[in-house]
């Protein structure tokens, strides 16, 4: 069974928006963050949040992205406005399992492209 459960990537045009979803599927996985790689770079922050809702973001998504969180739900979201076409990448979602110890999702890509 696939730990965290991502979607929301897919295709847009420069300008456009995109919305990422993960959740955890049981209540030990708590996702944190968003995390991407483009081809030929280094993986990278994009955002992370605490459980008490403090956010944290890359410098070239600030103003642009914005990210949330579901305790209910155990989810965290990412909405992605203005996007440009090095946004470019595979997202990752980021958990932490029972406190300690780090999960990852499988990635969804996202495609800035006219």
């Known amino acids: 069974q696939v730990q965290l459960m991502e979607s929301g990537g897919g295709l847009v045009q420069p300008g456009g928006s995109l919305r990422l979803s993960c959740a955890a599927s049981?209540?030990?996985?708590?996702?944190r963050g968003w995390y991407r790689q483009a081809p030929g770079k280094e993986r990278e922050l994009v955002a992370r949040?605490?459980?008490?809702?403090?956010?944290d973001y890359a410098d070239s998504v600030k103003g642009r992205f914005t990210i949330s969180r579901d305790n209910a739900k155990n989810a965290v979201y990412l909405q992605m406005n203005s996007l440009k076409p090095d946004d470019t990448a595979v997202y990752y979602c980021?958990?932490?399992?029972?406190?300690?110890?780090?999960?990852w999702g499988q990635g969804t890509l996202v495609t800035v492209s006219s």
């Open positions: 980021n958990a932490l399992k029972q406190r300690y110890f780090e999960v």
């Open positions: 049981e209540s030990r996985i708590n996702p």
């Open positions: 949040i605490t459980s008490g809702g403090i956010t």
